[in-house]
């Protein structure tokens, strides 16, 4: 059974910057695409970066482009979302997925936890 665990949430001031982390256990990335993916409050959750099984391609939310980068540890089996110059609007629960195939699209197979980010002064 695949498991996702998130961490590295916490309070920035803006400007700032967070590293998250989530690792994988029962997991292989040669089949899954991984992503994260953030539900500020009275909102929908909405994609911010994902990352492709294979090949290293990744793609974000336009709103994140420029700021944030998804990335992993092959060996840690742990994929990273490096955010900087955080905003306010960026507040949010940010969780880990799987998605069921190898490609950033389509249902979600998995879910971690969450991890709460809040931006404010």
């Known amino acids: 059974q695949l498991q996702l665990v998130e961490s590295g949430g916490g309070l920035v001031q803006p400007g700032g910057f967070l590293r998250l982390s989530c690792v994988a256990s029962?997991?292989?990335?040669?089949?899954?695409?991984i992503g994260w993916f953030r539900q500020a409050p009275g909102k929908e959750r909405e994609g911010v970066s994902c990352m492709f099984s294979s090949g290293g391609r990744t793609k974000s939310a336009d709103s994140v482009k420029g700021r944030f980068t998804i990335s992993r540890d092959h060996a840690k089996y742990t994929v990273y979302l490096q955010m900087n110059s955080l905003k306010p609007e960026d507040t949010a629960v940010y969780y880990c997925?799987?998605?069921?195939?190898?490609?950033?699209?389509?249902?979600?197979?998995?879910w971690g936890q969450g991890t709460q980010v809040t931006v404010s002064s």
């Open positions: 029962g997991f292989s990335w040669d089949d899954y695409a």
């Open positions: 997925a799987a998605y069921t195939n190898t490609y950033c699209s389509g249902p979600i197979g998995y």
